[in-house]
């Protein structure tokens, strides 16, 4: 794996013909009998855009991403892809390719057949297809490879096979089905930022699924978070971690203590909380006073050892990693999850410590918890 | 709207306007303008045949979309087209027979007899083939599958051909049981022919008289069931569990049978065992032993059986011994078991339920058969060969046959129900896919013993009993006269060469010829049909898929006298009328043999991921063309074995063509029974090793022609054919 260049070192290609095209779900509802896979679900995926659909398993996300793909029929509601109503139209028949999480190389064909399948089933004349093949296999680094059965490629090389074959035909959304589940720990970032940055140079449509949301956080421009058939939230990377629409989304994409507070007023578009005996100001994300829930980052919860202050607890468990130090701090808001990073003294266990929150960042009033 | 759809609904109108919508008169040489207008529907219709002129509606509902391709109700005008048009061809062809009304209503209120039609021509097809495409793709249009039209026209096509072929005949055996011989609905004349005391009489058991046939197709098969499973198990657990020397040569016998026509191993026997038969010559000349008639009977079909239907057997188990994880059997050692104990509680235990599933192949099979009871049955009559005899017999009593054939039928589709419901729902895979590093234990004495004395003389009689067969081909008469000669083949295989080329004037050619035409026709179909009934069953979902999986493997349980009983009984008349045809030989074969193409297609293609069709989906590739380049590249071992299987079976089967060949369209196995039974053994035998070498030849030439699947694997394990082990009735 160590000779594979980086897209990083390429150099950016011609822009594409065709020009990225929007992805729209309105109102699309997916059943298997009565089992409903997808509920209600409505969204867009503006042209250019790398959009991650992510949520646990079961949650309805890769059905969603079969859905754009035309593997699987909406139960109700519109498809549409760069404008166009697609929702009965088979997969054959829309402008869309998919990378799959098991590569789906076809095994009794070559790389460069494997490549050229899509253009010469369009009735591409072979050497054409060969020449689009050799052209994106350059692409993607794999020259030299053309000859090799897929079975003769190491997992990331396939990985980057069934990417070139995607991109073959240079179509208007590319899907990606968990595309690095079959890598091991390393190679998956430095895969996901060439495809990042492939899909940044190609200025191409993506849809991206993942259960994985630190993957999701790092590539994506907009994230929909899925739970229970449901779109439990839409925004960026950024939106989601600083201001979760939920319990869910809180407690699902990255760490969070979930505490409870009351809002004993609001001020204009800011709250003053009460968290204990601590009063904080938040925006208020139209929650009226009264008992509220907060997400907590745990990189936002201030330890100081020895001091005292309006919130003080004991710490019961500290593990070092390294870069951050984590923490378990019994306190009267109950057990909190706290990591600190900076070469600070690790605290001993047992210590009392004050508690104190940044304000700025990490912490969020969560709507209708 | 697709260029397909509107090709479609040419042909449709093709089929209405151009051709003969009714089948010719054999006796009759249709002349070129028969073939073409003047035979239409069209034109019978406005010359009287009125009933023909409405189904013009729904081939105009079809041109709707035509005029406005780009409306999004089209799917409804082709459903509706197509829906209308099927029911309008169904419902004339059914209610307007040869003899007028069919049904009693339409004779009481438009009066006896009424108009007159006889049966579908080319014409009468196409349109409503056309029909049926036409309503799938308005189907697809409107979402189904999909949208994939391919795949619905598919799903429709394969359900047209199994309602035609399987549930249309075996509904009318069926009715024709509860009919008088005047077609009346008559449940007291059923009762009385089922309840016959020649069916479940026993006499046997208080007298000296005959016991009901059911009585004894029952207990030969159980009979045939427990000594199959038995040497089966001989010779399975000697070839992977000894180093027996001629391990080889046991595969080798494995196939044999397969190959050799049904009846073969009993003409063999008569051979040997008959009045004039080579060994009991022997025995009356060394030892005084008397000639007698005992080898026609029960214990003669008994031998035959056992002989034909071990290596089934031997197949299924086999691959059970093998599957036993030796892991098992050194947990049980190393917790002291002795090597009997071992074998005898946990081996096979493990075992039990291949035991189970090779003894109701052995049952089911024994209660098929048609060949051997024919040959050897004498007086002990079965089930087989009483619906044969009470069809082409003085009795000519179809309604009998009709009560006889369901009987046989409840007794093989219980035993498949028993398999099912018994066998369906144990687990009893011991292969993981964790590697498995043991050793198979070496079997205990008592049971090696056990095993080579069951197997070796019986190998050792099956090897007789095919040298016989070679023999007796090229002596002048075996028993009598063993002077060598090639006397028999001439006969058969006369070719001559006259003033205008090559006669073939030997008395087998015209079967011979009738034989592999319809072979070789009905292979590829029956390849073709059951690959894709695999694969909408594997990669598709639709509703109504456990029916469709049902309505394909149920002609796999019905054995062979009674499909041959009810495809004469339903396509004797209009509307259908293909008896006679070599068509319907044709389509004999590939709804017989299907199932086997369906089961190695689907074990086949859940080995191969479905990401790979979704891939060539998303690339463009419509289904058909995902078909055609990514799934049958990888299908080809089950091409091959469906094929061969195909053919096989093609060439060898006698119960459901006896009733079906005509002088025109002989098989190869009839003319042979037909030899048999006017004592012509040497003939008959001659053809026979003639038959068993074309097969030879045409397997490796499939082999050949199809090729092996390449996966770019640097050594791809050799997956054992999965013909044999299908090789059901």
Same mark, same amino acid.
């Given at each position: 794996?160590?000779?594979?260049?980086s897209?990083?070192?390429?150099?950016?290609?011609?822009a594409?013909?065709?020009?990225?095209a929007s992805?729209?779900?309105r109102n699309?509802?997916?059943?298997?009998?009565?089992?409903?896979?997808v509920?209600d679900?409505?969204?867009?995926?503006?042209p250019?855009?790398?959009?991650?659909?992510?949520?646990?398993?079961?949650?309805?996300?890769t059905?969603?991403?079969r859905?754009?793909?035309?593997?699987?029929?909406?139960?109700?509601? !519109?498809?549409?892809?760069?404008?166009?109503?697609?929702?009965?139209?088979?997969?054959?028949?829309?402008?869309?390719?998919?990378?799959?999480?098991?590569?789906?190389?076809?095994p009794?064909?070559?790389?460069?057949?494997?490549?050229?399948?899509?253009?010469?089933?369009?009735?591409?004349p072979?050497?054409?297809?060969?020449?689009?093949a050799m052209?994106?296999?350059?692409?993607?680094?794999?020259?030299?490879?053309?000859?090799r059965?897929?079975?003769?490629?190491?997992?990331?090389q396939?990985?980057?096979?069934?990417?070139?074959?995607?991109?073959v035909?240079?179509?208007q959304?590319?899907?990606?089905?968990?595309?690095?589940?079959?890598?091991?720990a390393?190679?998956?970032?430095?895969?996901? &930022?060439?495809i990042?940055?492939?899909?940044q140079?190609?200025?191409l449509?993506?849809?991206?699924?993942?259960?994985?949301?630190?993957?999701?956080?790092?590539?994506?421009?907009?994230?929909?978070?899925?739970?229970?058939?449901?779109?439990?939230q839409?925004?960026t990377?950024? &939106?989601?971690? &600083?201001?979760?629409?939920?319990?869910?989304?809180?407690?699902?994409?990255?760490?969070?203590?979930?505490?409870?507070?009351?809002?004993? @007023?609001?001020?204009?578009?800011?709250?003053?909380?009460?968290?204990?005996?601590?009063p904080l !100001?938040l925006?208020?994300?139209?929650a009226?006073?009264?008992?509220?829930?907060?997400?907590?980052?745990p990189?936002?919860?201030?330890?100081?050892?020895?001091a005292?202050?309006?919130?003080?607890g004991?710490?019961?468990?500290? #593990?070092?990693?390294?870069?951050?130090?984590?923490?378990?701090?019994?306190s009267?808001?109950?057990?909190?999850?706290?990591?600190q990073?900076?070469?600070?003294?690790?605290?001993?266990?047992?210590?009392?410590?004050?508690?104190?929150?940044?304000?700025?960042r990490?912490l969020?009033i969560?709507?209708?918890? | 709207?697709?260029r397909?759809?509107l090709g479609?609904?040419? =042909?449709g109108w093709?089929?209405?306007?151009?051709?003969?919508?009714y089948g010719f008169?054999?006796?009759a040489?249709?002349?070129?303008?028969?073939?073409?207008?003047?035979?239409?529907?069209?034109?019978?219709?406005?010359?009287?045949?009125?009933?023909?002129?409405?189904?013009?509606?729904?081939?105009?509902?079809?041109?709707?979309?035509?005029?406005?391709?780009?409306?999004?109700?089209?799917?409804?005008?082709? $459903?509706?087209s197509?829906?209308l048009?099927?029911?309008?061809?169904?419902?004339?062809?059914f209610?307007?027979?040869?003899?007028?009304?069919?049904?009693?209503?339409?004779r009481?209120?438009?009066?006896?007899?009424g108009p007159?039609?006889a049966?579908m021509g080319?014409?009468?097809?196409?349109?409503?083939?056309?029909?049926?495409?036409?309503?799938?793709?308005g189907?697809?249009?409107r979402?189904?599958?999909r949208?994939?039209?391919?795949?619905?026209s598919?799903?429709?096509?394969?359900?047209?051909?199994?309602?035609?072929?399987?549930?249309?005949?075996?509904?009318?055996i069926?009715?024709s049981?509860?009919?008088?011989n005047?077609?009346?609905?008559?449940?007291?004349?059923?009762?009385?022919?089922?309840?016959d005391?020649?069916?479940?009489?026993?006499?046997?058991?208080?007298?000296?008289?005959?016991?009901?046939?059911?009585?004894?197709?029952?207990f030969?098969?159980?009979?045939?069931?427990?000594?199959?499973?038995?040497?089966?198990?001989?010779?399975?657990?000697?070839?992977?569990?000894?180093?027996?020397?001629?391990k080889?040569?046991?595969?080798?016998?494995?196939?044999l049978? $397969?190959?050799?026509?049904?009846?073969?191993?009993?003409?063999?026997?008569?051979l040997?065992?008959?009045?004039?038969?080579a060994?009991?010559?022997?025995?009356?000349?060394w030892?005084?032993?008397?000639?007698?008639?005992?080898?026609y009977?029960?214990? @003669?079909?008994l031998i035959a059986?056992?002989?034909?239907?071990?290596?089934?057997?031997?197949?299924?188990?086999?691959g059970?011994v093998?599957?036993? #994880?030796p892991?098992?059997?050194e947990?049980s050692?190393?917790?002291?078991?002795?090597?009997?104990?071992?074998f005898?509680?946990?081996?096979?235990?493990?075992?039990?339920?291949g035991?189970?599933?090779?003894?109701?192949l052995?049952?089911?099979?024994?209660?098929a058969?048609?060949?051997?009871?024919?040959?050897?049955?004498g007086?002990?009559?079965?089930?087989?060969?009483?619906?044969?005899?009470?069809?082409?017999?003085?009795q000519?009593?179809?309604?009998?046959?009709?009560?006889?054939s369901?009987?046989?039928?409840?007794?093989?589709?219980g035993?498949?129900w028993?398999?099912?419901a018994?066998?369906?729902k144990?687990?009893?895979?011991?292969?993981?896919?964790?590697g498995d590093?043991?050793?198979?234990?070496?079997?205990?004495?008592?049971?090696?013993?056990?095993?080579?004395?069951?197997?070796?003389?019986?190998?050792?009689?099956?090897?007789a009993?095919?040298?016989i067969i070679?023999v007796?081909?090229?002596?002048?008469?075996?028993g009598?006269?063993?002077?060598?000669t090639?006397?028999?083949?001439?006969?058969?295989?006369?070719?001559e060469?006259?003033g205008?080329?090559?006669?073939?004037?030997?008395?087998?050619?015209?079967?011979f010829?009738?034989?592999?035409?319809?072979a070789a026709?009905?292979?590829p179909?029956?390849?073709?049909i059951?690959?894709?009934?695999?694969y909408?069953?594997?990669?598709q979902?639709?509703?109504?898929q456990?029916?469709?999986?049902?309505?394909?493997?149920?002609?796999?349980? $019905?054995?062979?006298?009674?499909?041959?009983?009810s495809?004469?009984?339903?396509?004797?008349?209009?509307?259908?009328?293909i008896t006679?045809?070599?068509?319907?030989?044709?389509m004999?074969f590939?709804f017989?043999?299907?199932p086997?193409?369906?089961r190695s297609?689907?074990a086949? =293609?859940?080995?191969?991921?479905k990401?790979?069709d &979704?891939?060539?989906?998303t690339l463009?590739?419509g289904?058909s063309?995902?078909m055609?380049?990514?799934?049958l590249p990888l299908?080809?071992?089950? $091409?091959?074995?469906?094929?061969?299987?195909?053919?096989?079976?093609a060439?060898t089967?006698v119960s459901?063509?006896?009733?079906?060949?005509?002088?025109?369209?002989n098989?190869?196995?009839?003319?042979?029974?037909?030899?048999?039974?006017?004592?012509?053994?040497?003939?008959?035998?001659?053809?026979?090793?003639?038959?068993?070498?074309?097969?030879?030849v045409?397997?490796?030439?499939?082999?050949?022609?199809v090729?092996?699947?390449?996966?770019?694997?640097r #050594?791809?394990?050799?997956?054992?054919?999965?013909?044999?082990?299908?090789?059901i009735?």
């Open positions: 794996m160590n000779n594979m260049p897209i990083h070192s390429l150099s950016r290609p011609a594409s013909k065709k020009q990225a992805v729209q779900f699309v509802t997916k059943r298997y009998g009565s089992v409903t896979a509920d679900v409505s969204f867009t995926i503006e250019g855009q790398l959009v991650t659909l992510l949520g646990p398993s079961g949650c309805g996300k059905t969603t991403l859905m754009i793909a035309g593997l699987e029929m909406a139960s109700e509601g !519109q498809i549409l892809i760069g404008g166009r109503d697609v929702t009965n139209l088979s997969a054959a028949d829309r402008d869309v390719s998919m990378v799959f999480q098991s590569y789906a190389l076809f009794h064909m070559s790389v460069l057949e494997n490549v050229a399948y899509g253009p010469s089933v369009q009735g591409v072979k050497r054409d297809a060969i020449e689009m052209e994106k296999l350059a692409l993607i680094g794999l020259k030299g490879l053309e000859k059965a897929p079975s003769e490629l190491s997992g990331g396939q990985q980057r096979v069934a990417v070139a074959r995607a991109l035909l240079e179509p959304v590319l899907l990606f089905d968990e595309p690095l589940s079959n890598l091991d390393k190679l998956r970032r430095r895969v996901r &930022e060439d990042r940055e492939l899909q140079s190609l200025n449509t993506v849809a991206y699924v993942t259960h994985d949301q630190e993957e999701a956080l790092a590539v994506s421009d907009h994230i929909i978070v899925m739970s229970n058939a449901r779109i439990a839409t925004g990377p950024r &939106e989601l971690y &600083e201001e979760p629409a939920n319990l869910f989304v809180a407690d699902f994409i990255g760490d969070a203590n979930i505490i409870p507070g009351e809002i004993v @007023g609001v001020t204009g578009s800011t709250a003053q909380v009460n968290v204990g005996n601590v !100001q925006p208020h994300r139209n009226g006073p009264g008992p509220v829930k907060l997400a907590v980052r990189d936002a919860i201030l330890l100081d050892e020895g005292t202050g309006a919130l003080s004991t710490v019961r468990k500290a #593990s070092y990693l390294g870069t951050q130090v984590e923490y378990e701090v019994e009267p808001i109950g057990n909190l999850f706290v990591v990073y900076g070469r600070k003294e690790p605290i001993m266990t047992g210590t009392p410590v004050s508690i104190a929150f940044t304000p700025q990490g969020a969560i709507p209708n918890s | 709207m697709s397909a759809t479609w609904i040419v =042909l093709v089929g209405f306007a151009l051709l003969p919508w008169d054999r006796t040489v249709p002349t070129l303008a028969d073939y073409f207008v003047s035979g239409s529907a069209l034109i019978h219709g406005i010359k009287g045949a009125w009933w023909l002129l409405p189904i013009l509606i729904p081939l105009c509902l079809g041109l709707v979309p035509v005029i406005r391709p780009l409306a999004q109700t089209n799917g409804g005008w082709l $459903i509706a197509g829906l048009g099927l029911a309008l061809v169904i419902l004339q062809g209610a307007i027979g040869l003899n007028g009304w069919t049904f009693d209503i339409l009481a209120s438009f009066g006896a007899p007159s039609q049966g080319y014409g009468a097809a196409l349109t409503a083939t056309a029909f049926l495409i036409i309503l799938c793709h189907l697809a249009a979402g189904w599958c949208g994939d039209a391919f795949v619905t598919s799903i429709g096509v394969v359900i047209a051909l199994i309602v035609v072929f399987v549930f249309f005949p075996v509904t009318t069926l009715a049981a509860f009919a008088d005047d077609g009346n609905f008559a449940p007291y004349e059923f009762l009385v022919k089922f309840l005391r020649s069916i479940w009489g026993l006499d046997c058991l208080s007298s000296d008289l005959r016991c009901g046939v059911a009585w004894n197709t029952l030969l098969g159980l009979l045939v069931g427990v000594g199959t499973t038995a040497l089966g198990l001989a010779f399975a657990l000697i070839a992977t569990r000894t180093d027996f020397r001629f080889k040569l046991l595969r080798v016998m494995s196939v049978p $397969i190959i050799t026509p049904p009846f073969v191993i009993g003409l063999a026997l008569i040997l065992f008959g009045r004039s038969g060994l009991s010559a022997v025995l009356w000349d030892f005084g032993v008397p000639r007698s008639r005992w080898i009977g029960l214990p @003669g079909v059986q056992l002989l034909a239907f071990t290596p089934i057997a031997f197949l299924v188990l086999i059970v093998q599957g036993i #994880s892991t098992l059997e947990a050692q190393t917790l002291r078991a002795k090597s009997w104990t071992t005898w509680t946990v081996t096979l235990p493990l075992m039990r339920p035991l189970a599933n090779a003894f109701l052995g049952f089911v099979e024994s209660l058969d048609f060949g051997n009871p024919l040959v050897l049955g007086n002990y009559e079965v089930l087989s060969t009483k619906i044969f005899f009470a069809v082409v017999g003085a000519q009593d179809q309604g009998r046959a009709a009560v006889l369901i009987i046989l039928l409840a007794f093989t589709l035993a498949f028993l398999q099912h018994w066998l369906g144990k687990v009893y895979t011991t292969v993981t896919g964790k590093a043991g050793i198979p234990l070496p079997l205990p004495r008592r049971v090696a013993l056990a095993s080579y004395l069951t197997a070796l003389p019986w190998a050792i009689f099956t090897v009993v095919y040298a070679l007796g081909a090229f002596v002048r008469s075996m009598r006269d063993y002077t060598p090639f006397e028999h083949f001439l006969t058969a295989f006369r070719v060469r006259s205008s080329g090559l006669y073939f004037s030997g008395s087998a050619w015209d079967s010829f009738a034989t592999v035409k319809v026709l009905s292979a179909l029956t390849a073709a059951g690959l894709l009934t695999a909408l069953l594997t990669r979902r639709f509703s109504g456990r029916a469709f999986e049902f309505g394909t493997l149920l002609s796999f349980a $019905i054995p062979g006298t009674v499909v041959g009983v495809y004469i009984l339903a396509f004797n008349v209009p509307p259908i009328e006679g045809t070599g068509f319907i030989l044709v004999c590939v017989r043999n299907m086997v193409g369906v297609g689907i086949t =293609l859940s080995q191969i991921d990401s790979l &979704e891939a060539s989906l463009g590739a289904s063309t995902t055609r380049r990514v799934v299908l080809r071992p089950a $091409i091959v074995a469906s094929l061969v299987y195909s053919f096989v079976r060439m089967a459901a063509v006896i009733f079906l060949v005509t002088a025109e369209y098989m190869a196995t009839t003319y042979i029974v037909g030899r048999v039974e006017a004592g012509e053994f040497g003939l008959a035998i001659a053809y026979s090793t003639v038959l068993i070498l074309v097969m030879l045409a397997i490796v030439a499939i082999q050949l022609a090729g092996e699947r390449r996966l770019g694997r #050594s791809a394990s050799a997956a054992p054919s999965p013909v044999a082990v299908q090789a009735p």
